[in-house]
């Protein structure tokens, strides 16, 4: 694909068009930096290209990196976009993460980010009921590292918090969306 070559996909710089590898780095730039997913019509927006422009220049992206082995990918979930690490070098990326004692998770808190992951949206209490003892402070580290977050509130008398995974839950674990987590039947021994 020679996008660059389509003089009304997008708006000329001060310096004149732009080619196609300086908007390959640009959009790679902002989707390492986000941290999260970006939409299709805000990248569009940032580069100052169509939409349609925009999604070919990212699928193009997307078979580079296959083709060219290298160690990240970028996932497509309803026309948004994040660089994520391949799979196939998640027994690296673990191992750095367990060696990392800022990144490991407690017994607790996996026990408890389980819980909401598979029984979203779900209240403390019930946390607590599942897991037998108290999950506050589970809770409150989980919510500092951006894994769960408040998802409103049940409505019944005291109105608890019901608590939710986040987007960053999903690059934790290199999911794409909450379809992709493992049945929890086949992983219950």
């Given at each position: 694909m020679k996008s660059s070559d389509d003089k009304s996909s997008c708006e000329a710089t001060e310096k004149g068009?732009?080619?196609?590898?300086?908007?390959?780095s640009i959009i790679e730039s902002l989707l390492f930096v986000s941290g999260e997913s970006l939409g299709i019509e805000q990248i569009a927006s940032i580069i100052k290209c169509n939409v349609e422009f925009t999604k070919n220049l990212i699928d193009e992206m997307s078979s580079i990196y296959k083709k060219d082995c290298r160690g990240i990918e970028i996932l497509r979930d309803n026309n948004r976009y994040r660089l994520v690490t391949k799979a196939e070098n998640s027994s690296y990326v673990e191992k750095l993460l367990k060696n990392n004692s800022r990144q490991a998770l407690s017994q607790a808190s996996l026990?408890?980010?389980a819980i909401v992951a598979y029984k979203q949206p779900i209240t403390r209490i019930d946390i607590d009921e599942i897991r037998g003892v108290k999950s506050d402070r589970a809770i409150s580290t989980l919510i500092e590292r951006r894994l769960i977050k408040e998802n409103g509130r049940l409505n019944v008398p005291g109105r608890p918090i019901l608590y939710g995974t986040t987007e960053e839950f999903l690059k934790y674990f290199g999911f794409e969306n909450l379809d992709n987590m493992p049945n929890l039947d086949s992983i219950i021994v």
């Open positions: 068009k732009l080619s196609e590898n300086k908007y390959f026990e408890t980010l």
